[in-house]
């Protein structure tokens, strides 16, 4: 506590250089990886409901997991694919 107090007192604060905005709070990079954090924990309580609460063996989760993975995976490429038609590129 005093260590704080004698940081903000004698100033030393304004000796230390500023968080880049690339790291800020808001920034895309940060707002990205919270999205991660989300969503890692709703597939941690997704895995919980499905292997506690519906009695699925562990295996059966990651095979849900898993399968939806690659459906989503084939999705977004269909999405990709019709977005793309339109592009004709050159190479």
Same mark, same amino acid.
């Given at each position: 506590?005093?260590?704080?107090?004698?940081?903000?007192?004698?100033?030393?604060?304004?000796?230390?250089?500023?968080?880049?905005?690339?790291?800020?709070?808001?920034?895309?990079?940060?707002? *990205?990886?919270?999205?991660?954090?989300?969503?890692?924990?709703?597939?941690?309580?997704?895995? #919980?409901?499905?292997? @506690?609460? $519906? !009695?699925?063996?562990?295996?059966? *989760?990651?095979?849900?997991?898993?399968?939806?993975?690659?459906?989503?995976?084939?999705?977004? #490429?269909?999405?990709? @694919?019709? $977005? !793309?038609?339109?592009?004709?590129?050159?190479?």
């Amino acid at each position: 506590k005093a260590a704080f107090i004698n940081f903000i007192s004698d100033e030393e604060w304004k000796s230390i250089e500023p968080v880049s905005s690339w790291f800020g709070p808001s920034s895309f990079l940060m707002s *990205s990886m919270s999205a991660l954090f989300k969503l890692s924990m709703w597939i941690r309580h997704g895995h #919980g409901y499905l292997t @506690e609460n $519906l !009695g699925i063996p562990v295996w059966g *989760s990651y095979a849900v997991f898993g399968l939806a993975t690659l459906f989503l995976g084939m999705v977004l #490429g269909l999405v990709s @694919e019709v $977005l !793309g038609a339109g592009c004709d590129f050159v190479t």
